[in-house]
Structures are given as C-alpha cells and as structure tokens.
C-alpha cells in the first residue's frame, strides 16, 4: 500500500474532490483527518470509508477560522498519534465572483479567507506537525487558472489561487531542510454539473474541449491519484511544483 501507516489531513472532505481522496487514501493504508464545514458531508465520507474497514476522524469546523483548524489538526494527532500529510483541498467558487471591477468586496473577501488564508491555516498549524513525525507531504490545491488569463472572469478565485502557488514555493524552501515537501496541484477543468451548465448547446461544448488537447474535461480522480503520488513516498524528492493537471489546456495557443 502506497501510504501504509501514514496519517493524512484532507480539507474539504464532506464531498466531491476532497471525500475521492479520503476514500482513495483510505483504501492505500492512509489514516484519515477529515474537515469539512458540513457536518452532513463529513457523516457520508465517515461511513464510505468505515464500510471498507479504514481508519478515520472527522473534525467540523471552517477552514478561515484559526480556532477550527488548530482544533482539528490537534484531534487528528490524538487520535492517530503523529501526521505526515496536508491536502489543503477546501476552496470555495461562488457564482459573483467575476471581474474585480464589478464584485462585492465581501464575495472577494470571503473566497481569499478560505482559498487563501484556509490554505495559510492548515499549513501553519500543520506542518509543525509533520516536522514532528521527521517529514512528510503538503498538497496544496491551486488552479489552472492562475497560469494563464480567462475570458470568462473569475478574479477573487484566480487571485487566491496564485497567492497559493506563490506560498507553495516559499513554504518549499523554508520547510525542506526539515523533510517536508510542499507542493501545488493545478487542475484543469473538471467535469461537475456546474461546468456543463455553462455550456448550454454542443457546440459550445465541444469549442471548450477543442482547447484541450486530450479532448476532454478533467475527472476528479485525476486530481487525486496526482495528489497520491505528492503524498506516497514515490515524491520524496519532489517539492516546490506547480504540478499542473489539465488535459494540455494551458499549453494550447490558439
């Protein structure tokens, strides 16, 4: 098993992207700290992976909060003894984010509290933690979209994910002569029912999948067994990258 006797924090864990790496962890011998805003979520990915005899804690609580994440990261070293990786995958898109020139201060503000300053969260009190247990892994989720411009604006969401690349690379280097890895996820777009809302006919469609070069949207497993590589001992040698994950969309031209 690729992350035996590993214990790993995943944010975001109630649903989607972050439950698929619970469950996919789980299932490669990792121990579970899952934290998620919503109680509901947590209580699914809680019994997905008790059902398959894994090992989990859910802690409840909200990632811009620093009360919440120092509690969660506690309970999750109580009950598993140490930590050896961060999946900082907690992010919020919400429909007013758009260009900066017409967006309410407080949508903005409110998706770099938890994109951002979540992210800044986990990691300051997570990987204390993991220089504790002599090293490990942090992932940290960013965007495509904070490679390149987007015709369709999303400024709050791309601001907030390239501060994330940027602490990425600054944490790498601090945190390396201490065994820990740190690195930066960028997806590209993923296949969800927001995403196919936002192309109404089939031409639409398959002008945006012309852009990406393997000719279709991203999976959410996509992301996650490239998060299982920066977390398996497999990347012991890997820190500081923005390991980019979108179908070749970012190196397309026209």
């Not at 989990?56 to 009950?79: H, L, Y």
């Not at 469609?205 to 001992?233: M, Q, T």
Request: charged share 20%.
């Amino acid at each position: 098993m690729r992350l035996a006797d590993k214990s790993v924090f995943i944010s975001g864990a109630g649903g989607g992207m972050g439950r698929l790496a619970a469950q996919v962890f789980a299932r490669e011998g990792a121990r579970i700290v899952a934290f998620d805003i919503t109680e509901d979520g947590l209580r699914g990915t809680v019994a997905s992976i008790e059902g398959e005899g894994g090992g989990i804690v859910a802690v409840t609580g909200d990632v811009s909060v620093a009360a919440d994440v120092e509690r969660a990261v506690a309970e999750g070293v109580r009950a598993f003894g140490k930590l050896h990786v961060l999946y900082n995958n907690a992010g919020i898109f919400p429909d007013e984010d758009g260009s900066i020139v017409d967006m309410d201060e407080a949508v903005y503000q409110r998706v770099l509290d938890v994109n951002l300053k979540g992210v800044s969260l986990c990691c300051k009190y997570g990987i204390p933690r993991l220089t504790e247990a002599g090293g490990g892994s942090v992932i940290n989720v960013a965007s495509f979209v904070a490679l390149m411009g987007c015709t369709v604006p999303q400024d709050a969401y791309t601001a907030s994910k390239g501060a994330v690349i940027s602490l990425t690379r600054s944490l790498a280097v601090q945190y390396g002569p201490k065994g820990v890895r740190v690195n930066a996820i960028c997806p590209g777009p993923i296949l969800t029912p927001l995403l196919e809302s936002l192309f109404p006919t089939e031409e639409e469609r398959l002008k945006r999948l012309n852009r990406i070069p393997l000719g279709r949207f991203g999976r959410a497993e996509d992301v996650v067994y490239a998060a299982l590589y920066l977390a398996s001992d497999e990347s012991s040698w890997t820190t500081g990258t923005t390991f980019v994950v979108d179908g070749g969309i970012s190196v397309n031209y026209f």
